[in-house]
């Protein structure tokens, strides 16, 4: 991420005018014309900097608060992780560092970093995540972003894993805006497997869920994807085959930290009520 730069010019403040260098010569009119069309250039290429570096950084210059609702299963806890903190804790000192107000809401509490609210329940399919009554109270404080990975569960039911797993994803994200329609929701295509057949339901899953996000988008609702499913192939970025590693959730929190900067660049993300 570009980090904001701040040009200083040295000034007499008696007198307000540039003070030269002790071993500048004095300059002809020609010299200081050239010298102030460079000052300008200076300070109209820094302003651009400056501009683009608000867009990319959250308009740190005018911080706002961040309610997420880091939504899904034991990867959202922060199983596999050395710390538990999983991709949270290392998505929040990212936007704490670009000056963002974070406020991580939710009912359990996992890993060490401040704030580490979240609604990561382990070994819950997406059907147990709709239906939990600590989702639903997390959901009624109003967060403005939804972080949502759910599925990996469902992909080791023995009764067709795919079949109906997209849909039950498609209720999830309704039941998110039907509470929370200003909310912007990012959905993740879900990080793969060490299990080459898991693998596969994994990739049908995740082919449904464009389609999904595209639907509601029409319907004006603040919804984006990011692809999570290059984490975990071959193995890496995995510990036990199924969770992340400290190296996959740095992976995890990066590819978070990209799709929040591109919702906040569209002015998505409400003010926190």
Same mark, same amino acid.
């Given at each position: *991420?570009?980090?904001?730069?701040? #040009?200083? @010019?040295?000034?007499?403040?008696? +007198?307000?005018?540039? /003070?030269?260098? &002790?071993h ?8 200081s014309?050239?010298?102030?069309? $460079? ?11 400056? /501009? ?16 997420? #609702?880091?939504?899904?299963?034991s ?5 596999? $992780?050395?710390? $538990? ?8 000192? &990212? #936007?704490? =560092?670009?000056? +963002?107000?974070? !406020?991580?809401i939710?009912? /359990? ?19 147990g ?9 997390? /959901?009624?404080?109003?967060? !403005? ?9 469902? *992909? %080791? ?10 849909e039950?994803l498609?209720? #999830? ?6 509470? !929370? ?8 295509? @879900? @990080?793969? $497997? ?7 339901? @994994? =990739? ?23 692809? *999570? ?20 959730? !740095?992976? *995890? =929190? ?13 002015? %998505?993300?409400?003010? =926190?009520?």
């Amino acid at each position: *991420m570009m980090k904001p730069f701040w #040009l200083k @010019i040295t000034h007499d403040p008696e +007198t307000e005018k540039l /003070l030269p260098l &002790a071993h500048e010569q004095p300059r002809t009119s020609l010299q200081s014309r050239r010298t102030s069309r $460079s000052i300008v250039t200076a300070v109209l290429t820094g302003l651009a900097v400056l /501009l683009v570096c608000s867009i990319y950084t959250y308009q740190f210059c005018q911080p706002q608060e961040l309610r997420i #609702l880091a939504l899904g299963d034991s990867i959202t806890y922060g199983g596999g $992780s050395s710390d $538990s903190s999983g991709y949270r804790g290392r998505l929040y000192q &990212a #936007l704490v =560092a670009n000056r +963002t107000n974070v !406020n991580f809401i939710g009912e /359990l509490h996992t890993g060490n970093f401040t704030g580490n609210a979240h609604e990561g329940h382990s070994g819950f399919r997406i059907q147990g995540v709709t239906d939990s009554a600590t989702v639903e109270i997390s /959901l009624q404080r109003k967060p !403005n972003l939804v972080l949502l990975h759910a599925g990996t569960n469902d *992909m %080791w039911r023995p009764e067709a894993p795919t079949e109906d797993a997209p849909e039950r994803l498609g209720a #999830l994200i309704d039941r998110v805006i039907g509470i !929370n329609p200003d909310a912007t929701v990012i959905v993740a295509q @879900i @990080i793969s $497997s060490n299990f080459p057949t898991i693998n596969e339901h @994994i =990739a049908e899953y995740n082919a449904a869920i464009p389609s999904l996000v595209a639907e509601r988008v029409k319907l004006g609702f603040k919804i984006a994807l990011v692809d *999570m499913s290059e984490i975990g192939r071959n193995g890496l970025g995995l510990g036990d085959g199924i969770h992340p590693n400290d190296m996959g959730y !740095n992976a *995890m =929190a990066h590819k978070w930290y990209l799709a929040i900067a591109d919702a906040q660049a569209k002015g %998505w993300i409400s003010r =926190a009520r």
